[in-house]
């Protein structure tokens, strides 16, 4: 069975609320951060609910979860407050996953911030020898992330992986999470050659340790090196590849998490994708969302065929006049699925009433294109 989630939050019901929102989108597994990934405050795990979750999760057949460690980790800094605080949340963290039951924490590698590249790489090691070190007593692996390659942050290349590995002494237990958009925004042709792409992963790193899958879209053109993630369909790389991507042979069994961002027109009431992607990615929206649905996303495709758009093209045109156009983003900063909703709720193009989030569902399967719903 593909394993497909995303997100969710760990406040309030803790691990048991987790998996309750996971159920709510169709998931199959989920991805959490074990307290604000923004700061350090955490609550006892005794208080989160863990034992309620685990029930939930095997009475639905959820497995495999994936911890995320928080963003304020740098073991890459030069700065020694910095570091030694780094190397000891995370030493915390990776407890905390291991309580949890969950064999890996995905973990952004650092950056060298005033120093420099070999720096980064050297001191991204000693910390992960440290945090490795001190948590010998548990057998969960940190999962190094890919990262787009914005200002000075490390694990841009999987050659910048490699180097940081090697030089770690209990490096069997570092893995590695892929993201499709940092991947994209670093350079890696994800859109056309992703069998090469991770050929070229399996060549430098090693596919056996591949061990989680970040799943967006970018807002960037490849190469930009910007980390700007898109719901799925809606950037530049597209629906076609990020499914080509959940279901290639070589990475069956792995966890696929959507990080796409949530939406609305109304700042505080915006909704995730999350129920459509991964239906749309797994192939049952049609039994997801009912017989309907396939005939309002028809409906969508008849109307934007009569306007002349369609949904690759649109997008990337929109997104080019946005990135090179400083008059036209002044004129309409709108995104590619903000201006289609507004067309479709302008023109009343599909019947009755419907809440913004049931009708960017829609519109998420119109970015799908017409072969997919002539075979859902």
């Known amino acids: 069975m593909l394993k497909i989630g995303s997100h969710v939050s760990f406040a309030e019901k803790g691990l048991a609320g987790s998996v309750e929102e996971a159920l709510s989108y169709g998931s199959s597994t989920f991805m959490i951060y074990t307290g604000a990934p923004q700061n350090t405050r955490r609550k006892p795990l005794e208080e989160m609910f ?27 800094s030069h700065k020694k407050d910095t570091f030694e605080l780094a190397v000891r949340f995370l030493q915390e963290e990776v407890r905390r996953t291991q309580r949890l039951g969950v064999k890996n924490i995905v973990l952004h590698p650092g950056a060298y911030t005033e120093m420099d590249p070999e720096y980064g790489i050297n001191r991204i090691a000693e910390g992960l020898n440290e945090v490795l070190d001190g948590t010998a007593d548990t057998d969960v692996s940190i999962a190094l992330e890919t990262m787009a390659g914005k200002g000075t942050e490390m694990g841009r290349t999987f050659e910048e992986l490699a180097r940081i590995i ?18 994209h925004d670093a350079g890696y042709d994800v859109v056309n050659d992703f069998d090469g792409v991770l050929q070229a992963f399996d060549r430098v790193i090693g596919l056996e340790r591949l061990a989680v899958v970040h799943i967006n879209d970018s807002k960037n053109e490849r190469g930009a090196a910007k980390d700007r993630h898109a719901p799925v369909g809606s950037g530049w790389i597209g629906f076609e590849a990020i499914r080509n991507v959940v279901h290639n042979e070589a990475l069956k069994d792995k966890p696929f998490i959507l990080e ?3 939406i609305g027109k109304v700042k505080g009431k915006e909704r995730p994708m999350y129920e459509a992607e991964i239906a749309l990615l797994r192939g049952d929206a049609a039994q997801r969302f009912g017989p309907e649905f396939l005939d309002h996303v028809e409906r969508l495709h008849h109307f934007f065929d009569k306007e002349g758009i369609e949904p690759r093209g649109y997008v990337l045109k929109t997104w080019e006049a946005l990135k090179s156009d400083a008059k036209a983003r002044k004129a309409d900063p709108r995104e590619p699925m903000e201006r289609l909703y507004d067309m479709i709720v302008e023109n009343r193009v599909l019947p009755g009433e419907f809440t913004e989030e049931a009708l960017n569902h829609r519109l998420t399967a119109w970015f799908a294109g017409k072969e997919w719903l002539r075979s859902a």
Request: glycine letters at 8%; a negative charge.
């Open 260 to 262: 796409t961002p949530w």
């Open 50 to 76: 863990v034992d309620e979750g685990r029930k939930l999760m095997a009475e639905h057949g959820i497995g495999e979860i994936v911890v995320h460690a928080p963003y304020i980790i740098n073991l890459g």
């Open 166 to 183: 090697e030089k770690v002494r209990r490096n069997d237990r570092l893995t590695v999470c892929m993201d499709t958009c940092h991947l």
